[in-house]
């Protein structure tokens, strides 16, 4: 049985042919938004353009606040979702660029009992997508054991066992296939979208980082600054259980420790955390108050370089 060298020539015909395939199908999406948009300049002609172009952002972000947005008749929402089922990667990297925006008017709004089916169909095809992608295994990491020795630190009792079990630690469990949005799932289902979203974080652009911050802080407090005005109103706050938590904190993570150098992200996600965790203090809610405490913590050790110390490294001021 014959093999293709990625160097011979049908492989390369065959990633002309898909790179001939995804750009066809970017400039479909183009002219599809283009209907839905005022203007969508001339300069967007790939995906990549398509997700970084500041333009067509803030309308498709302006065109999601509106007051009637989300219903399953929306043509954006239905643009977003058939844009995601897209082959084309970087066409979903489009659709994730919004899901802070999508989440956060969808949570915003549930009490509203209005008709947000587009939002769901939305957020429940991103769940789908990972819910596929997973292949029925939950996220974990593997959490080192001090009861046994290291190059770091000699374990305080002797160990019997020879051989080292794994302590994993689950980060997302196991995913259920769900096709329908309700009440009871909601927190996992939006979750795991800003999962998906954490995964691409450092492919999002900085504008996409403080619409999550926004919303952040407007889940914690239900206070909204209305745009281009020094007013705010007063919404109902959320629920903000684990499921919703764990993914926002990463997420805030990123943008407070991450390797960008935006001043106005920075200062975004760390009064969003402030907020959140002065929410989870007065929910009483241990597990929160734990990881957004460590997260400050944290902030102002990289802020701090006296706080920021490296206990493995040898002080050389005590060499011989």
Not at 32 to 46: E, G, H, K, N, Q
Not at 79 to 100: A, C, G, I, M, N
Not at 207 to 221: G, R
Request: overall charge neutral.
């Amino acid at each position: 049985m014959s093999s293709s060298n990625p160097g011979s020539p049908s492989a390369t015909a065959t990633s002309s042919s898909s790179a001939s395939s995804f750009s066809s199908k970017a400039h479909s999406c183009i002219q599809a938004l283009s209907s839905i948009l005022s203007t969508v300049p001339s300069s967007v002609s790939s995906s990549s353009s398509l997700l970084h172009d500041p333009t067509v952002s803030s309308q498709i972000s302006t065109l999601l606040r509106d007051p009637d947005s989300g219903s399953g008749d929306n043509d954006l929402c239905r643009w977003l979702y058939d844009t995601f089922h897209s082959p084309d990667p970087e066409l979903k990297l489009v659709v994730l660029r919004f899901v802070p925006i999508v989440a956060g008017i969808y949570l915003s709004r549930i009490a509203s009992r209005k008709s947000l089916a587009g939002f769901e169909a939305i957020l429940l095809a991103l769940y789908a997508h990972e819910t596929t992608a997973r292949e029925g295994q939950p996220i974990s990491v593997n959490v080192p054991d001090l009861t046994q020795p290291s190059i770091y630190h000699e374990a305080k009792s002797s160990v019997k066992t020879q051989a080292t079990e794994l302590n994993l630690a689950v980060i997302s469990p196991t995913l259920e296939p769900h096709g329908t949005m309700r009440s009871s799932r909601r927190a996992r289902i939006v979750g795991v979208a800003l999962e998906l979203y954490y995964s691409k974080i450092s492919q999002m652009p900085v504008s996409s980082k403080l619409e999550f911050c926004e919303f952040c802080d407007i889940w914690a407090t239900g206070i909204q600054n209305k745009p281009s005005s020094s007013s705010s109103s007063k919404q109902k706050t959320i629920l903000l259980p684990w499921e919703l938590l764990q993914p926002s904190l990463r997420i805030l993570g990123h943008c407070l420790l991450g390797a960008h150098k935006s001043k106005k992200l920075y200062e975004a996600a760390s009064m969003a955390t402030k907020s959140l965790y002065e929410r989870s203090l007065h929910d009483i809610d241990a597990k929160a108050i734990l990881a957004t405490s460590s997260l400050l913590r944290l902030e102002k050790m990289a802020l701090d370089p006296k706080l920021n110390v490296d206990h493995t490294e040898i002080d050389m001021s005590l060499a011989l």
